[in-house]
């Protein structure tokens, strides 16, 4: 799966609920990142993660929460605060230092039900 | 922040002709630019970059280009085929505390027999 997992790959969420959504990777990549995809929208940073116990907000972290408390995983809860959930989520990492391209996750596509 | 803007948003060409997709950004600290190609239901892949000490690359049938002064930087193909059909993002980042990815809103490129 390319060294980035994302977990389950389809995810139902009632009304009122937190949901978690997984990633982890092998590739020994210091950053990590949680982007949103809608349609004709592209990708919306949500959180990123430079180093273990660290993360800062994106552009739309709002009804979000992530931690990193490995360097290999960096899970991110979609909580009841979030009020339009439904979108197909894309986790990222990379190496830190320096300009490089990110590797995704395949994707976790969550609806509202 | 940065902010990208991609065009256009949907293209169709026949096979064997060229397609060019645009891409615009605001901040003159960017310094990185990748361009990644989403099949239908996938991850995004990275296809190319470039970063700001050159103003142009080259791998096989993908070019791009890239304009400091104007703030603009494209993705050109040649002798396109049906398996180019995809949706391609731009996305800009600068090397630094942050060095996180801004990507355009995409661009659905159809290759038509």
């Known amino acids: 799966d390319g060294g980035i997992t994302q977990s389950p790959k389809y995810l139902f969420r009632k009304e009122g609920q937190n949901v978690t959504l997984s990633c982890e990777q092998n590739?020994?990549?210091?950053?990590m990142y949680w982007y949103r995809q809608d349609p004709g929208q592209g990708l919306r940073l949500i959180y990123y993660?430079?180093?273990?116990?660290?993360?800062q907000k994106g552009d739309i972290a709002e009804g979000y929460s992530v931690s990193r408390e490995k360097k290999e995983s960096f899970p991110l809860t979609v909580t009841s605060a979030q009020k339009n959930p439904t979108a197909f989520y894309l986790c990222?990492?990379?190496?830190?230092?320096?300009?490089?391209?990110?590797?995704f996750g395949s994707g976790t596509r969550l609806t509202v039900v | 922040g940065e902010n990208v803007e991609q065009h256009p948003s949907t293209l169709s060409v026949q096979e064997g002709d060229s397609a060019v997709i645009k891409c615009t950004y605001s901040?003159?600290?960017?310094?990185?630019f990748p361009w990644y190609k989403q099949e239908l239901g996938k991850r995004p892949q990275l296809i190319i970059d470039?970063?700001?000490?050159?103003g142009e690359k080259k791998d096989q049938r993908i070019a791009v280009t890239l304009n400091k002064t104007a703030k603009h930087f494209s993705l050109h193909i040649t002798e396109t085929q049906p398996e180019d059909s995809a949706v391609y993002f731009c996305?800009?980042?600068?090397?630094?505390?942050?060095?996180?990815?801004?990507f355009g809103t995409g661009t659905r490129l159809q290759v038509t027999l």
């Open positions: 996305a800009a980042s600068y090397t630094g505390t942050a060095s996180k990815l801004t």
């Open positions: 901040d003159s600290a960017s310094n990185y």
């Open positions: 993660s430079q180093i273990v116990n660290d993360f």
């Open positions: 470039i970063r700001s000490n050159v």
């Open positions: 990222a990492s990379s190496i830190h230092r320096g300009n490089y391209g990110y590797t």
């Open positions: 590739l020994n990549h210091d950053a």
